[in-house]
């Protein structure tokens, strides 16, 4: 692979209880010069004590561990190394643990046959804060969503807000939102709108504060939901 061997590795730790699966991934993200796994543990509480002891950029997490979900040990781990970004490694395709997944701040959700290139694609994009769901599960992002938002008290929007918040977005954040919804990253949106991607990275946090929306995900969703 021709990679920046001159970068800073990303740091990773890789949590999956089947040994031969999780020593497979090792292999293929170290033979990969962007990543160095600093840790790997096979269930939750031994992933909650790595994490503490080696602060990973990313934690690859199996949601079918001994004795815990995954999705429930999202919170631990979050408190056990917070500037980690946590991608969800799985073989569930059921909407109910991408919902808790996002619920519980997972910043992607990949099913374990995806592609090797695609896994460390998707890598690459969280340490950039951007968020990947694997193609077979798209079509339940919108189940997802709105499982989580009516697991939500109902709030009252200030008298300032819009009745639909939408309607706050200029013309240029209505138009990186249906590229967004479309799955294009901010590069790919810069290139089509001939703009700088540091301007796009902006926007799409803008759009995030107005919509109230925690992730680019929980937009792509809500765009897609409007298009119905």
Do not use: W
């Amino acid at each position: 692979m021709n990679h920046d061997s001159t970068a800073t590795p990303i740091r990773l730790l890789v949590v999956d209880d089947h040994t031969l699966f999780r020593r497979g991934v090792i292999a293929l993200l170290e033979a990969d010069t962007r990543f160095r796994v600093v840790a790997e543990a096979g269930d939750a509480g031994e992933a909650q004590r790595r994490a503490a002891e080696t602060q990973p950029d990313i934690i690859l997490l199996d949601n079918h561990l001994p004795g815990v979900k995954g999705v429930d040990a999202l919170a631990g781990l979050r408190q056990a190394a917070p500037e980690a970004r946590i991608l969800m490694l799985t073989v569930s395709e059921d909407e109910n643990d991408l919902a808790a997944a996002l619920r519980g701040g997972a910043l992607g959700y990949l099913l374990k046959t995806v592609d090797s290139d695609v896994m460390a694609g998707a890598i690459v994009r969280a340490m950039a804060g951007e968020s990947t769901i694997s193609p077979e599960m798209t079509g339940k992002l919108i189940t997802a969503f709105r499982s989580t938002q009516s697991s939500l008290p109902a709030q009252q929007p200030p008298a300032s807000v819009p009745a639909d918040p939408i309607e706050s977005l200029s013309p240029r954040e209505q138009e990186i939102l249906a590229h967004i919804a479309r799955g294009a990253s901010n590069k790919d949106i810069a290139r089509a709108l001939g703009i700088a991607e540091t301007t796009v990275k902006i926007h799409v946090q803008h759009i995030l504060r107005k919509l109230n929306l925690a992730s680019r995900v929980q937009a792509a969703v809500y765009a897609v939901s409007r298009m119905e």
